[in-house]
C-alpha cells in the first residue's frame, strides 16, 4: 500500500555530485525506517544508508562522509545527497521504506523502481 517514486539518478563524472529522492505515497499509518540501497551489475543489493523517523542515520563504510541521508516526513520524502562521487559508487539505486499500514499492525517492506547512478569520465 506504499508506493515510492525516485527521481535524481544520472551520468556524472568522477568528484561530482547527484542528490536522489524518493517520495512515498498510499495508504499507511506511519512510515518508520527510510533508505537507499545499491544494486551493481551481478552484485547483491546493499545498504547504502537508512535513516529514521528520529533522524537516526545509518551509513555503508563506503560512503562515510561523501554521502548524507536525511528526509521530510511531513512530505514522507527521504533523500540521498552524493558528493565526491567514485566510479564504483555506479549502481542501480534503490528507496526503501518500512511502514506500518495500521497502527498495531506489523511492519511492511516497499521498495521504488530505481534509479540509475553512473560516474564515469
Known amino acids: 500500500q506504499v508506493q515510492l517514486v525516485e527521481s535524481g539518478g544520472g551520468l556524472v563524472q568522477p568528484g561530482g555530485s547527484l542528490r536522489l529522492s524518493c517520495a512515498a505515497s498510499?495508504?499507511?499509518?506511519?512510515?518508520?525506517?527510510m533508505g537507499w540501497y545499491s544494486q551493481a551489475p551481478g552484485k547483491q543489493r546493499e545498504l547504502v544508508a537508512t535513516?529514521?523517523?528520529?533522524?537516526?542515520?545509518n551509513y555503508a563504510d563506503s560512503v562515510k562522509g561523501r554521502f548524507t541521508v536525511s528526509r521530510d516526513n511531513a512530505k514522507n520524502t527521504v533523500y540521498l545527497q552524493m558528493n565526491s562521487l567514485k566510479p564504483e559508487d555506479t549502481a542501480v539505486y534503490y528507496c526503501?521504506?518500512?511502514?506500518?499500514?495500521?497502527?498495531?499492525?506489523?511492519?511492511?517492506?516497499?521498495w521504488g523502481q530505481g534509479t540509475q547512478v553512473t560516474v564515469s569520465s
Open positions: 498510499g495508504r499507511f499509518y506511519s512510515i518508520n525506517v
Open positions: 535513516i529514521l523517523a528520529s533522524g537516526s542515520t
Open positions: 526503501y521504506a518500512s511502514y506500518d499500514r495500521t497502527f498495531g499492525t506489523a511492519s511492511q517492506g516497499s
